[in-house]
């Protein structure tokens, strides 16, 4: 997800979502499948949720609350996005997991999610 880092908010939700295929390749939408998101910043925040019945996405996080929290992302090189036209189609992210101690959420956290 990419939130507007003026306004973290977690009641204001993020700007764009992308939900990421099984074999790891995603991309965000605007108006059409895969035409990018407006040149601007951004702050990323990437969660694995499951799917539930009525409820959209929820928790637990797959990714141990490490990567979902706009507030620290903001702070961490490579989270905090200066995107201009025409963009970059090959983003790559080295999501350490395993080994990792789980992070406790933020208030502005993603734990939950409807699209």
């Known amino acids: 997800m990419l939130h507007d880092p003026a306004k973290l908010d977690a009641a204001k939700g993020p700007l764009f979502k992308a939900v990421c295929k099984p ?3 995603f991309s ?3 108006y059409l499948e895969g035409d990018g998101v407006p040149p601007g910043k951004y702050v990323l925040t990437i969660v694995r949720l499951h799917q539930g019945f009525r409820q959209g996405y929820i928790g637990p996080d797959g990714l141990k609350n490490l990567y979902n929290d706009p507030d620290a992302n ?3 090189e490579g989270f905090l996005i200066d995107h201009n036209s025409p963009g970059k189609p090959d983003l790559a992210f080295n999501l350490q997991i395993e080994g990792r101690e789980p992070g406790k959420p933020g208030p502005n956290a993603v734990t939950k999610m409807r699209l």
């Open 74 to 76: 903001a702070k961490v």
């Open 28 to 30: 965000f939408n605007t």
């Open 23 to 25: 074999n790891g390749e």
